[in-house]
């Protein structure tokens, strides 16, 4: 089973931006958290992985709450081209083991 | 460059039959892995594999076996495929927090 719960789908317009939140209650001490995107007909595709706090990069921002049961990926100006399905993970990371992916979330953005 | 390669793109076969997909990463990682992505989006583990340990869902069936020739390559080999195979199969590679994946190869058995 996943470990994580996340809506099943999200719907927005062009410009706005867009925060998809995750709910990981029961994360581990050594557990990072990860978000992927995948695009129709292609692979998940790495976005941005955080500890704690606040990370962000050229794509997206996570924010990590101190309890770090949740998490929220947040798109700033989303575009059409951002419609994909957005899936959050946590795993302790290493080169053993099995990622599990739960179901994600579809975000649908419109013009 | 193409980090996670796979081959086929599309597969179409017979029930009955045994096929292969190859899988290729020129990224130097350590640890390659199979997914299985059903009609209903849903991308399931099928197995992580090293130079060292294999490690396979306990859920998948026996026809489903890894080769590996060396560490760039990790193919999936089907025997006596079924209707229910049918999906896309995605590789990947990395650590199991960082992974790259491949396009994907869509598989159907008529």
């Known amino acids: 089973l996943a470990k994580t719960t996340q809506p099943i789908s999200m719907d927005s317009y062009e410009g706005q931006e867009v925060n998809i939140t995750c709910s990981h209650n029961?994360?581990?001490?050594?557990?990072?958290i990860t978000w992927y995107q995948q695009f129709p007909s292609q692979g998940p595709r790495f976005i941005i992985q955080g500890y704690k706090t606040k990370v962000t990069n050229e794509v997206a921002s996570l924010f990590i709450p101190a309890d770090r049961k949740s998490s929220t990926l947040s798109l700033p100006r989303v575009s059409l081209s951002d419609t994909a399905v957005y899936y959050c993970?946590?795993?302790?990371?290493?080169?053993?083991?099995?990622?599990?992916f739960g179901k994600g979330t579809k975000l649908s953005v419109k013009p | 460059d193409t980090a996670v390669s796979q081959t086929p793109k599309y597969l179409v076969t017979q029930m009955g039959n045994d096929k292969s997909i190859k899988c290729e990463q020129n990224l130097g990682h350590d640890t390659m892995y199979w997914y299985k992505q059903d009609s209903k989006k849903f991308l399931k583990i099928m197995f992580s594999y090293n130079n060292k340990e294999l490690i396979i869902n306990e859920t998948v069936p026996n026809r489903f076996s890894p080769k590996s020739p060396d560490k760039a390559h990790l193919n999936l080999h089907i025997n006596s495929l079924e209707l229910g195979d049918s999906a896309v199969y995605f590789c990947?590679?990395?650590?199991?927090?960082?992974?790259?994946f491949g396009p994907g190869t869509r598989l159907t058995v008529l």
């Open positions: 990947a590679s990395g650590r199991t927090d960082t992974q790259y």
């Open positions: 993970l946590v795993d302790r990371g290493g080169s053993q083991g099995n990622l599990i």
């Open positions: 029961n994360i581990a001490t050594n557990d990072y």
